[in-house]
């Protein structure tokens, strides 16, 4: 099928990606995607979506992040991604180091550069529907609304549905150094992307090299972590596996034979056809069968598997089969164990016999790795004297706790959440002893409140008594929060039809997320447009390098912030009345662009903030004086560069 589609808007490119979704479902493949990656609004997306990553920030071998792009004229921006996706040349990613789990060992990780990046976005916008209407449904690794608590439930209710009480936990040696590209391609090209082009860009991203302390390193093999398209690709390669796995059992070709999947199933069993489930997350997965026996032969399958089709091998040391009831299994930080059979009396008298139970426990050295880094960000407050920079430091505590409980709440929690409270309350008192001893008289102060009347995090923290460290600025208490308010809580299986490329899809994931559609971008031209190039016609005061790509990408943001309504008059805008007004003129170019900065107003209110008429007095007076100050550089900065009302306004 040729992709043959013209794209004028974030909407219309939504609704193509939709539609590639739903052929690709039918088993048709594709051609004419190279056009598709390349126009100007999937550009845009790929450069709002990187925009928005931490990562923009971390710069490649150039030395460039993402402000230096969104300096530039918005387009000669896309001329230059343009230019650069048809003589495509990519510059070797720079190799970099990250603790790989608590093992002592390094992970290396390769960054592009931001250019790069914005083309292998591109790259993934486009193909990622395709490849995922025809991804295994439980493979739940780096895929759009799916996490490791999805995969943790399957695990789960397969052991308590199944009594599958023997695992193969599987290790493979080196995963991403040891893809094979030209397998890779086969793979991704069996999947649906016939358009040669897409496979060269793809091809040059594989092959782009490695520096590593200014030496060139070729990539023969491998995918490099760190890199926008690699996972997407990891995933492409090992989807074969899955599906193997899954014939042998849950997916077999009797499947179409029969009415349903458990008539076929059940003749599976009639023939001597054990159950095998697989669940994989990335490169870990984990296989489930009732036996030893049944999971010693699959195992030894999958080595010779592994070894001819794809060209990896399994780590002897680290694939294993493991008896649940005997020992738990280590997964994605948790711990599994399963509790024997065990007979009890029921209602009428009679002995019966419990199914396998399984339980899902925080892994203890998985938690305490990223525990101590909370105590190290406490045990800071010690060196820090402002007040409300340890404000900051107490709320940037707070983040990692809240952030680590609602990764581990998830399970059977509550004793270690306790555990954790009872050694993070015995830093606090230690560090808030050494802050505060010598204060009045050698005295310490009870620098202890109940949680109810901290001023961080109000709806956390509401009806609970239990004392909690605090500091007091500017009247407020600033307090350091607790594990086992976050609560714990049940991840159910992921529901298969919720998918970003179907409107039903993403209605499921805005009811099982609780949050709000967001609103799409419009795309804001005129009359805006023809204003700033009437101003720039005129004067060198109105210079073009204000209105560059970042102002055109967030002035979008400030509209759907603002909901398309006049800042000064509360009343709708029509988009061909629109204007969007600099806040603060007098800001560096590298941050007069940011959303904070932008106000959308009419046409008329914007030429009264610039204005000099008296204005009267009222509610819309009020702001149009506030305005004007902040335009004439009156509002001076807040202290410290804090904002400090942000921090404690946080729930």
């Not at 126009?39 to 925009?51: F, G, L, M, S």
């Not at 509360?570 to 600099?582: A, F, M, R």
């Not at 410290?640 to 921090?647: H, K, M, N, T």
Request: hydrophobic share 35%; net charge positive.
């Amino acid at each position: 099928m040729r992709v043959d589609i013209q794209v004028e808007s974030e909407y219309a490119l939504k609704s193509v990606l939709d539609t590639l979704y739903k052929h690709s479902k039918e088993g048709k493949s594709f051609t004419g995607l190279y056009e598709l990656i390349k126009n100007e609004h999937t550009i845009i997306t790929a450069i709002h979506n990187i925009k928005s990553n931490k990562g923009s920030m971390t710069a490649g071998i150039d030395k460039k992040v993402v402000n230096h792009y969104l300096q530039m004229p918005r387009e000669k921006l896309i001329r230059t991604i343009q230019s650069a996706m048809d003589n495509y040349n990519p510059m070797p990613v720079r190799r970099r180091y990250i603790p790989k789990g608590n093992t002592g060992k390094m992970r290396p990780l390769g960054i592009p550069t931001i250019q790069d990046r914005i083309i292998q976005e591109c790259t993934r916008i486009v193909i990622e529907p395709i490849l995922e209407a025809k991804f295994y449904p439980h493979s739940y690794g780096f895929r759009p609304y799916r996490s490791t608590h999805h995969a943790m439930a399957r695990i789960a209710s397969l052991i308590n549905l199944g009594e599958y009480r023997f695992a193969i936990e599987g290790d493979i040696k080196s995963y991403f150094d040891n893809i094979d590209h030209s397998l890779l391609l086969r793979k991704v090209q069996k999947l649906g992307i016939l358009d040669r082009r897409v496979l060269i860009l793809l091809k040059k991203m594989l092959k782009a090299g490695i520096m590593e302390e200014n030496k060139y390193e070729e990539s023969l093999y491998g995918s490099p972590q760190g890199g926008i398209i690699s996972p997407l690709l990891s995933n492409a390669y090992l989807n074969d596996f899955d599906w193997t796995v899954s014939s042998w059992y849950e997916n077999n070709y009797l499947t179409d034979k029969y009415a349903t999947a458990k008539n076929a199933r059940r003749k599976l069993r009639q023939i001597g056809c054990e159950p095998v489930f697989i669940v994989r997350y990335a490169d870990d997965w984990v296989i489930l069968t009732k036996t030893r026996e049944e999971a010693e032969r699959r195992l030894k399958m999958l080595h010779k598997y592994f070894k001819h089709k794809l060209r990896l091998t399994l780590s002897p040391d680290k694939t294993v089969i493991t008896d649940l009831t005997e020992k738990p299994m280590t997964f994605l930080g948790f711990d599994i164990r399963v509790d024997k059979p065990r007979t009890f009396t029921g209602r009428t008298g009679k002995l019966r016999k419990r199914k396998l139970t399984c339980k899902v426990y925080p892994n203890p050295k998985k938690l305490n790795m990223s525990f101590r880094k909370i105590l190290d960000k406490i045990k800071t407050l010690k060196t820090t004297t402002c007040d409300y920079q340890r404000a900051v430091v107490i709320e940037e505590a707070n983040s990692m706790i809240i952030g680590l409980s609602q990764y581990y709440n998830k399970s059977i929690c509550s004793k270690m959440f306790s555990s954790l409270d009872n050694k993070l309350f015995k830093v606090c008192h230690y560090t808030w002893k050494y802050m505060f001893f010598n204060q009045n008289g050698g005295k310490q102060d009870n620098l202890t409140v109940m949680a109810k009347e901290l001023a961080n995090r109000p709806s956390r923290h509401e009806g609970y008594t239990t004392k909690c460290h605090a500091i007091q600025v500017e009247g407020l208490w600033i307090g350091v929060t607790k594990f086992f308010m976050t609560g714990s809580d049940r991840v159910k299986n992921f529901n298969q039809e919720m998918t970003p490329y179907t409107i039903k899809g993403r209605e499921l994931y805005d009811q099982s997320a609780k949050k709000k559609r967001r609103l799409h971008r419009p795309p804001l031209y005129n009359p805006d447009s023809f204003r700033i190039a009437k101003h720039n016609s005129r004067s060198k005061k109105y210079s073009l390098r204000k209105y560059n790509f970042e102002y055109f990408m967030n002035r979008e943001y400030a509209w759907n912030r603002d909901k398309g309504k006049c800042k000064i008059c509360d009343v709708d805008i029509l988009l061909s009345e629109y204007h969007c007004h600099h806040i603060d003129p007098n800001l560096p170019l590298d941050k007069i662009n940011k959303v904070s900065n932008l106000a959308i107003v009419h046409q008329k209110c914007h030429e009264l903030i610039h204005g000099t008429e008296d204005i009267g007095e009222g509610k819309i007076a009020k702001k149009l004086s506030k305005y004007r100050e902040k335009l004439k550089g009156k509002i001076k900065g807040k202290r410290s560069g804090i904002d400090f009302r942000s921090v404690v306004n946080l729930s």
